[in-house]
Nanobody, 121 residues
Framework: QVQLKESGGGSVQTGGSLRLSCAVS????????MGWFRQAPGKEREGVAE???????TYADSVKGRFTISKGDAGNTQYLQINNLKHEDTATYYC???????????????YGQGTQVTVSS
């Protein structure tokens, strides 16, 4: 059974930084895509960053230059470094994983339960 668990969310002031972590268990496919999504109140969920098993990375335009996705050496952990946080980054952040290569946030098979990020001035 595939399980994903996020951690690292919290309340920060604008301009601050956070590092979100996601522990993945029960997933043994060599070709996979790992990613992060977020959903703000009243808005649809949006993909913000994804990385495939070859290390190819894609970011949403809204977060380029401030978000950095990475994977742990063992491949069962992924991270999202968020710098220069803005009020509009307030959302629940979810990690996700999918079989095969990344396809622009279109296909993900497993999601975590989310971690809240709140940015205040």
């Amino acid at each position: 059974q595939v399980q994903l668990k996020e951690s690292g969310g919290g309340s920060v002031q604008t301009g601050g930084s956070l590092r979100l972590s996601c522990a993945v268990s029960g997933y043994t496919y060599s070709k996979h895509c790992m990613g992060w999504f977020r959903q703000a109140p009243g808005k649809e969920r949006e993909g913000v960053a994804e990385i495939d098993s070859d290390g190819v990375i894609t970011y949403a335009d809204s977060v380029k230059g401030r978000f950095t996705i990475s994977k742990g050496d063992a491949g069962n952990t992924q991270y999202l470094q968020i710098n220069n946080l803005k009020h509009e980054d307030t959302a629940t952040y979810y990690c996700a994983t999918a079989l095969g290569y990344c396809d622009g946030f279109a296909t993900f098979h497993y999601y975590g339960q989310g971690t809240q990020v709140t940015v205040s001035s």
